[in-house]
């Protein structure tokens, strides 16, 4: 430990995880006596953000709470709640989880969009990596990582270009220059995240490289089978089949139209 690093904390100045923008570190708070996170980012005005986004839904059992933003040097620093547990998996495969625990832990990060749409905010990159969870308990759910989310209008829609997201959980429209999101376009990506929880592996992986923008256009049109994928999945469950086909349906109009709506059709299963 690194005691009255950045003047107020204790920080083990191993990084616990390497993101492609930012680095995160544990810590004590010793005035308040607990543990904390320590989200470290390159851009003082993206972390200045994301601590915004994250002050802005405030406290949820699946959301993880804010603390402190500070700057030192060049780089923003993001202090925020210790959470025992590890990424739900890699973003591509990962290990099946039975039914029943694969449903509640999507239910929870549902419960975890439904707040945070509630709040304003689309998250706009839910997949697994972003995703935590303590052996492998569904009720210790956080969905972690809001560098990409974004602020609704009044009409409950986001317009623009989105800023990230991943590939093989992303809606059609978000691949859209000027997309049009809402909240079924998170849903849409919880539900990927459900297929690979009860397949092992991505909703969509793709037969072919991804090389740059010019392979953007192919890939958008392939990620409309997504859920033509899902139906030659052996699932054992017509009925959760069908859910999942719904919830990923192209159109978003077509799909649910809310967490919430999701989370009713799932609970029998879950």
Known sequence: ???????????????????????????????????????????????????????????????????????????????????????????????????????????????????????????????????LIHEDQSRTVKIVDFSSAVKKNKDGIWKGKPKGGTWEYMPPEQFEKNAILDDSSDVYAAAGVCVYLLTGQAPFLPDFEITGEDTVDKYRAECKTLHSYILECDLNDKSLKEILIKATHPNRKKRYRSAQELINALRPFG
Not at 69 to 81: H, N
């Open 1 to 131: 430990m690194a005691k009255g690093y950045w003047k107020r904390y204790e920080v083990d100045l191993t990084p616990k995880h390497l993101g492609a923008f930012g680095q995160l570190y544990f810590g004590y708070d010793p005035i308040l006596q607990r543990k904390v996170a320590i989200k470290k980012l390159s851009s003082i005005e993206s972390a200045k953000y994301e601590a915004r986004v994250m002050a802005g839904y405030g406290a949820h059992e699946f959301l993880p709470q804010v603390y402190d933003f500070f700057t030192f040097g060049t780089d923003g620093y993001i202090v925020m709640e210790f959470i025992e547990g590890q990424r739900l998996g890699h973003h591509l495969k990962g290990r099946k989880r039975e039914k029943g625990k694969a449903v509640r832990i999507t239910m929870n990060i549902l419960r975890g969009l439904r707040h945070l749409h509630k709040k304003g905010y689309l998250h706009t990159d839910i997949q697994p990596e972003n995703i």
